[in-house]
T-cell receptor, first 117, second 115 residues
Framework: AQKVTQAQTEISVVEKEDVTLDCVYE???????LFWYKQPPSGELVFLIR??????QNEISGRYSWNFQKSTSSFNFTITASQVVDSAVYFC??????????????FGKGTHLIIQP | DAGVIQSPRHEVTEMGQEVTLRCKPI?????LFWYRQTMMRGLELLIY????????DSGMPEDRFSAKMPNASFSTLKIQPSEPRDSAVYFC?????????????FGQGTRLTVV
């Protein structure tokens, strides 16, 4: 079985603050993939990042950064100097390509991020 | 490429009616997925296809749900008969390879309301 937990249902910060979205996952496999997607108010899901379980290097892309720690089964997402346009629901997801069932994505419940001007 | 195209964007139907959701994946993508999003259950995988063949439909909630992919550029998700609890946003996604290896692109979704 696999599970993704995003304990923060909603976060509200003032523009320019840094904010971290937490993601904790459960899996019995040694090979797996982790993802973050953004769902803006318009509704579509936008891919942000994919990491495999063998690559624990943190990644930075502009104001976005991701901290992958296998020891704590976490894949947290930080937005630095947040902007109003970052307001969205952010989903963490897990895929186990060799799981006997679906080779799709198991999503967390999402964190609704509100950036106030 | 226009991305994954879903139609209709919104659908309101009466309980008991048949409803068909449509999806056009990105050209050249071998994988197609149908997801459902509700407040209670979040995003759930319903079924996925590889090269037009259904691979895993274990996420399909009931026999009332069926999905087809007659060719590489078109897929449908049908609910017959529809029930109010089917109300949700249904997303179609496609990818070049399995999502574990490649980015999955999502359509804008179809918001289904069954009254």
């Amino acid at each position: 079985a696999q599970k993704v937990t995003q304990a923060q249902t909603e976060i509200s910060v003032v523009e320019k603050e840094d904010v971290t979205l937490d993601c904790v996952y459960e899996t019995r496999d040694t090979t797996y993939y982790l993802f973050w997607y953004k769902q803006p108010p318009s509704g579509e899901l936008v891919f942000l990042i994919r990491r495999n379980s063998f690559d624990e290097q943190n990644e930075i892309s502009g104001r976005y950064s991701w901290n992958f720690q296998k020891s704590t089964s976490s894949f947290n997402f930080t937005i630095t100097a947040s902007q109003v346009v970052d307001s969205a629901v952010y989903f963490c997801a897990l895929s186990e390509p060799w799981e006997g069932g679906a080779d799709g994505l198991t999503f967390g419940k999402g964190t609704h991020l509100i950036i106030q001007p | 490429d226009a991305g994954v195209i879903q139609s209709p964007r919104h659908e309101v139907t009466e309980m008991g009616q048949e409803v068909t959701l449509r999806c056009k994946p990105i050209s050249g993508h071998d994988y197609l997925f149908w997801y459902r999003q509700t407040m209670m259950r979040g995003l759930e995988l319903l079924i996925y296809f590889n090269n037009n063949v259904p691979i895993d439909d274990s996420g399909m909630p009931e026999d009332r749900f069926s999905a087809k992919m007659p060719n590489a550029s078109f897929s449908t998700l049908k609910i017959q008969p529809s029930e109010p609890r089917d109300s949700a946003v249904y997303f179609c996604a496609s990818s070049l390879g399995p999502p574990s290896n490649t980015e999955a692109f999502f359509g804008q979704g179809t918001r289904l309301t069954v009254v």
